[in-house]
Each structure stands twice: as C-alpha cells, then as structure tokens.
C-alpha cells in the first residue's frame, strides 16, 4: 500500500479555500479546483511513502500491472487504471460541457494523432482515447445543470419572455416538440453558424430578471440560474442555453450519474467525483477555454431525461456503495465508529482489485496482506490487487473507489 500525492488544477472556477482546507493545507489565494488521484497520464499521483517514493502511479502500474491492478482488470483494460478519482470545488460555474462515448473518443483520437497534433496542443478535442462517463457524491450542498427538459416543458420556459431569440426557440419546440425540436433549438445557440451575438444573450437574461423580480416566474431556479451565468459568462449563448436543461440539487451523501453524452454544468459546491481515466471534454460554451460546438454537437444526447440520481447500496454494517451502470469504477463509503483509541481491524472492506482509499474524516488502521497503513481526513491510499482483502477499524468515514 502507498500514500498519494494528488494533483492539484489551478482552473479559475475552483474555490480559494475549500481543498486546501480538506487536504489540511495552507491556502495560498490561488483558485485549488480539483485534486485528481489516479494514473492519468496528463496528471498521476504521485507515491508518497515506500521505496519507490516520487515515482508516478501510473509508471508503477505499468512495471508489474499484473500484481497492481489484478488478472481481471489487466484482461479487460490492459495496464492501466480505468478510473480517476477527484475532489472538485467550484465555486464558479464550470463550462456546458459533454464527454463522448468510447467509439467517439477512440476514432477522433486517433484522428486527431494522425493529423500530428501533439497531446498538449490547444487545436485537440481529445487527450486520450477513452470514454468519460462520471458519477458526482456531494460532500455539501452541490448544484448543478445535467440534461435536457422535455420540448413542451422548456417551451413553457420561454413562453411570453417576448426576445426575438426566446421566441425563434420557442416555435421551434412548439412545432417540433421532440428531440428534433430540441436539437434545433439547442443548435441554434451553440453552433458556430448560428449561434446569437451578446445583445440578443443579454435581452433574454434582463426578461428573466424581470419575471423573477415580478413574482411570476414559471421558475424562479432557473432565472436566478440564468442571472448567475451572466454574471459570469455575460454574452454567452450558453446563458440561454440553461432555461433548456434541469437544474439539479444534491445535499451532502447523494450522487448523480452524468453518463456519456449528457449536456452539465457544476455550478457551486464542493464533491467528489469519480469517472473513466479520461480527460476528453467537448464545450459548448460558459469559458474562456477552448469551444469546438460543432464537434460536441456531434456527441450530446438531446432526449429529454431527469438527472440520473444513484441511491447507496448497504454492503455490510460499515459500508454502503454507489454503483454506477459503468464497468470503469464504483465507489463505497465506509463509516466507523469504534471507540476513541482503538485499531482493531476486524471490518471487512469490501471490494477488491486496484483499490484507491480517500480519508473524509476521523483515523482509521488499515490491514491487508501488505501491511498496515493509517488513513486520516485528506490523505489517500493506493491499495494493489495484491494486497488481498482489506480491513480496518478506528473512527471516522473514507470513500474506496474501485472496478466493479
């Protein structure tokens, strides 16, 4: 078993304090948005204790995969980890944004390679060539945007907003209300062809104003969500974009699953997020990074769906789990409560495999075939396939990820 090393992303929409103060480290005003732990090659962990101390996950995995990542998990992705494990803390609205499938991403890649751009190079759609369905845990209140209303639902939105913009999209929800209507209607504000200029952006923006400060909004949620964007994004069609889709609420424990294709936003909180080892991201707007609408335009899903909640599973006494419907990853949280003072490691973790253990809170001894090791509030934990099975005891609560 070995400690790790996250690697932190400075992107502008993280918060000032909330990792620093969960990795118990002092701030520094700078934005800390995500800790990633896991053998992505734009950005491994980095082993933190042991003889190998400095090297890279994802360069300890490739010299025995057999031994640290397992027969099963080798066979089926070859030798590396298939998830990647984050804390996120936006406390500005992240991009509008989808992942592709596998197909997708493992065609475009290649495309992309065989065009000579290099892997760090701002022209690229896509860093490898995985797919990146993910799964959200909130650790505080979480709020977000995650696929589209049905036709009639959205028109019912923009009805009697009287913009030249809402009304364009109005009819063309009310003439088509599918999932043809709805990707004109989205088309309409993303695609480089059409998309509308800032004035038109921030007409719609003052309607919804207006109607919240009026008392009759027909969603007083999503019309502060649509002034918040602003605030942010003024001009982007993007803004708009969001009287389209659902507003999501998660309060701490509960988990959401954004599958492959599905058009989100995260907008506030602070989360873990687990996914495929992926860092293929296609933006349609809300950031000053780079925006290939059209080419995310070929991978949303544009059927109307609520957001994909995931309810914990008890495993055992201690541990319950959140399954998503993937073959990449799952995630358990396991909680103790012994009395202050002791370590006797007599609770089954469950699970097996290449194991990545994260501290939330408390002390807790951890007893496998490799050894013993203490996870407290922020530290991380690489357990092999070969450690075997897992126990542990002490006080306090830390989440697994794992393959199913």
């Known amino acids: 078993m070995w400690e790790l090393d996250s690697r932190i992303q400075h992107y502008d929409w993280g918060s000032t304090t909330a990792i620093p103060e969960f990795l118990g480290r002092p701030a520094d005003g700078t934005p800390w948005a995500e800790a990633w732990y896991g053998a992505h090659p734009l950005a491994p962990s980095t082993l933190a204790t042991g003889q190998d101390a400095g090297a890279g996950l994802d360069a300890a995995i490739a010299a025995d995969p057999r031994r640290m990542l397992g ?14 494990l984050k804390v996120i803390a936006p406390d500005k609205p992240l991009s509008l944004q989808v992942h592709p499938d596998r197909e997708h991403a493992q065609e475009s890649f290649a495309a992309e390679t065989a065009a000579g751009l290099p892997l760090e190079s701002p022209l690229r759609n896509y860093r490898d060539d995985n797919h990146k369905p993910e799964m959200l845990i909130a650790l505080t209140r979480f709020t977000a945007l995650c696929g589209f209303r049905t036709p009639r639902r959205a028109a019912a939105l923009l009805e009697g907003m009287d913009t030249d913009l809402t009304d364009r999209l109005h009819a063309l929800l009310t003439r088509s209300p599918t999932a043809h209507g709805m990707r004109a209607a989205f088309r309409t504000l993303v695609s480089s062809a059409m998309r509308p200029g800032p004035e038109a952006v921030q007409q719609v923006v003052e309607a919804c104003r207006a109607r919240a400060d009026s008392g009759h909004s027909p969603s007083p949620r ?13 001009g982007d069609p993007g803004v708009v974009a969001a009287l389209l889709l659902n507003p999501v609420t998660l309060r701490p424990g509960e988990a959401m699953f954004v599958p492959a294709g599905t058009l989100h936003a995260y907008l506030r909180g602070v989360g873990l997020e687990i996914m495929a080892a992926s860092d293929n991201v ?13 080419e995310m335009l070929q991978c949303v899903s544009v059927r109307a769906a609520p957001p994909l909640r995931v309810a914990p599973e008890r495993q ?14 799952e995630l358990s949280l396991t909680t103790l409560t012994d009395p202050p003072g002791t370590f006797r490691t007599r609770h089954r973790v469950p699970g097996g495999g290449p194991r990545t253990l994260l501290g939330l809170e408390g002390e807790v001894l951890l007893q496998s075939d490799l050894g013993r090791h203490v996870l407290t509030a922020g530290k991380a934990l690489f357990v092999p396939a070969a450690a075997g099975l897992l126990h542990a005891g002490g006080s306090g609560r830390f989440v697994q990820a794992s393959v199913p």
Request: hydrophobic letters at 45%; aromatic letters at 10%; charged letters at 25%.
């Open 71 to 84: 027969d099963g998990v080798e066979r089926a992705f070859g030798a590396r980890l298939p998830y990647l």
């Open 282 to 294: 296609l933006r349609a707007g809300l950031t000053p990074k780079k925006v290939d609408a059209d």
């Open 222 to 234: 999503i019309d502060q969500t649509v002034a918040l964007l602003a605030e942010h994004h003024p």
């Open 316 to 329: 055992n006494a201690t541990s319950i789990a959140y399954y998503a419907p993937v073959d990449d990853f």
